[in-house]
């Protein structure tokens, strides 16, 4: 009795492990929880969405000019098509048409696409925010991923679905009734967006949900059971629908891709975002691992997705691939790995580095968007001179670009003016706009709308009168008017 006496007096007479003083607060900390701090976040992030003449988004023009045929279907004047009852791949054009029909085209474009863009930045920002200590530290991070290749590509349903998600994640990460309810209101809301981000919001919450109810060593059968069922995916996928794997799919994994839109330049801002994440990682690694042991599993069987699920799938029920599935699911990778990062303290020479990166990135944006937009310019000089209501083929395209940034130039420019002959969404049955009988407006099967956007197809008689527009040697724009039995080929612009 003695000796357990002695024993325990012991124990209660060793000091206390040390206690990390706490962070010094920022001079910030309480401005940056005051409405005022999201507001002038808000403003700040929506300036690349306001600094040029339009928006330079890929397929935001494609979006916008079925937005104008939806109201000819309306009226009777779009021979050959139709609106189709549709679940998913329409929010963002059901908005779209909305605020078409109340502020018009420029101003539809502005609006819809800032709601995106706030949409999928404090999406970002909540799911960081609920899953780590430090969110605001990773706000230039959020901003560019923000204006990334998905931005840029045009996919706004995706966008907007993957902006709902990630709200809907943050909301259920503390698994309340009223938080969970919430969750599935906005999941059911993103499925109207696109349903491929609503099966990865699902199955990282499902996973989480599993992996809090187990014991550490059942967690890594988990890991393994995930990649299992992955691999079951990529196989069910390769015998059952038209698929494309590409060996460059690994590249995606890192989310910091998502920073190269157009140029080779582009390649400096990515590997640096790239850098300063790695620094970040290794100057704490212990800290990091131990913070990241939560989010890595998810992080990890997100990457496994991303380099063995197709990159394009032909799903049954459509005539176009769901394409560029790897650069789509980087995003959220991205996303995931800001979280990741969050939970360590930020150094100052960070935040430096983070805003640096970020200054170079947008400035290689605004930039490149004035040329294009400038180049837009000259193709709506050439579509006014046009009669009215004329078929319309841009055959120019920039090969050096990691976007498709061009083809889709002339369905803007075409708006109350021509046809976009190319027009690829009514015949590919993805979109609410479907061919539907015989047209003389748009391309009616989607080869032929994929021929004319490549220089491959041949005209036919039916085809005339077509006006296609080209790019000289000179880098002039010029138009011909191609006889039957000729192939549209294409011409190259070489301006960014």
């Known amino acids: 009795m003695k000796k357990a006496a002695t024993a325990r007096t012991k124990s209660r007479s060793v000091a206390p492990p040390p206690v990390a003083a706490p962070a010094r607060p920022s001079r910030f900390a309480g401005f940056s929880r005051t409405p005022l701090a999201y507001v002038?976040?808000?403003?700040?992030?929506?300036?690349?969405?306001?600094?040029?003449?339009?928006?330079?988004?890929?397929?935001?023009?494609?979006?916008?000019?079925?937005?104008?045929?939806?109201?000819?279907?309306?009226?009777?004047?779009?021979?050959?098509?139709?609106?189709?009852?549709?679940?998913?791949?329409?929010?963002?054009?059901?908005?779209?048409?909305?605020?078409?029909?109340?502020?018009?085209?420029?101003?539809?474009?502005?609006?819809?696409?800032?709601?995106?863009?706030?949409?999928?930045?404090?999406?970002?920002?909540?799911?960081?925010?609920?899953?780590?200590?430090?969110?605001?530290?990773?706000?230039?991070?959020?901003?560019?991923?923000?204006?990334?290749?998905?931005?840029?590509?045009?996919?706004?349903?995706?966008?907007?679905?993957?902006?709902?998600?990630?709200?809907?994640?943050a909301l259920a990460w503390k698994a309340r009734q009223t938080r969970l309810i919430g969750a599935a209101v906005l999941l059911g809301l993103a499925y109207a967006a696109h349903g491929l981000a609503v099966a990865w919001a699902i199955g990282v919450l499902v996973y989480f949900w599993l992996w809090r109810r187990l014991s550490k060593r059942a967690r890594g059968y988990l890991l393994g059971a995930g990649i299992v069922f992955i691999l079951a995916v990529r196989v069910a996928i390769y015998f059952s629908m038209p698929s494309r794997w590409y060996s460059n799919q690994l590249w995606h994994i890192t989310g910091a891709d998502q920073l190269w839109v157009f140029g080779d330049k582009y390649k400096l801002a990515a590997f640096a975002l790239a850098a300063v994440w790695t620094w970040m990682a290794a100057s704490r690694r212990r800290a990091f691992f131990a913070s990241a042991s939560v989010l890595a599993p998810v992080f990890i069987l997100t990457a496994a997705a991303i380099v063995l699920i197709p990159n394009s799938i032909l799903i049954p029920g459509y005539n176009h691939q769901l394409a560029y599935v790897a650069e789509r699911m980087s995003l959220p990778l991205g996303v995931m790995i800001c979280a990741m990062l969050a939970n360590l303290p930020v150094r100052p020479a960070n935040?430096?580095?983070?805003?640096?990166?970020?200054?170079?990135?947008?400035?290689?944006?605004?930039?490149?968007?004035?040329?294009?937009?400038?180049?837009?310019?000259?193709?709506?000089?050439?579509?006014?001179?046009?009669?009215?209501?004329?078929?319309?083929?841009?055959?120019?395209?920039?090969?050096?670009?990691?976007?498709?940034?061009?083809?889709?130039?002339?369905?803007?420019?075409?708006?109350?003016?021509?046809?976009?002959?190319?027009?690829?969404?009514?015949?590919?049955?993805?979109?609410?706009?479907?061919v539907i009988g015989k047209s003389g407006i748009v391309a009616s099967t989607d080869a032929d709308s994929n021929r004319m956007q490549n220089g491959t197809y041949v005209v036919k008689p039916a085809d005339l009168p077509m006006f296609q527009i080209l790019i000289d040697q000179a880098g002039q724009l010029v138009v011909r008017m191609p006889p039957a039995g000729e192939p549209l080929q294409m011409t190259l612009w070489k301006g960014l």
């Open 40 to 169: 002038l976040t808000s403003l700040a992030v929506l300036i690349p969405c306001f600094w040029q003449s339009r928006v330079q988004a890929g397929d935001l023009a494609s979006h916008i000019y079925n937005a104008w045929l939806a109201q000819l279907i309306g009226m009777g004047q779009a021979p050959g098509l139709g609106i189709a009852s549709q679940h998913t791949n329409v929010l963002f054009d059901l908005l779209l048409s909305t605020l078409f029909r109340a502020v018009g085209p420029a101003a539809a474009q502005r609006i819809a696409v800032s709601v995106c863009v706030l949409v999928l930045f404090w999406g970002a920002f909540a799911f960081v925010a609920a899953v780590s200590r430090r969110s605001w530290a990773f706000a230039p991070v959020l901003a560019m991923l923000a204006y990334g290749w998905v931005f840029h590509i045009g996919f706004f349903n995706f966008y907007l679905a993957l902006g709902l998600c990630l709200f809907a994640m």
């Open 351 to 434: 935040t430096a580095a983070l805003s640096a990166v970020a200054v170079l990135f947008f400035g290689f944006l605004y930039a490149d968007e004035s040329a294009l937009n400038a180049f837009e310019d000259q193709i709506d000089q050439v579509v006014m001179q046009f009669p009215p209501g004329q078929r319309v083929v841009l055959s120019v395209a920039d090969s050096g670009l990691e976007v498709n940034a061009l083809t889709h130039m002339i369905d803007r420019a075409c708006i109350g003016r021509c046809w976009s002959y190319a027009n690829y969404e009514p015949a590919s049955a993805q979109f609410r706009i479907r």
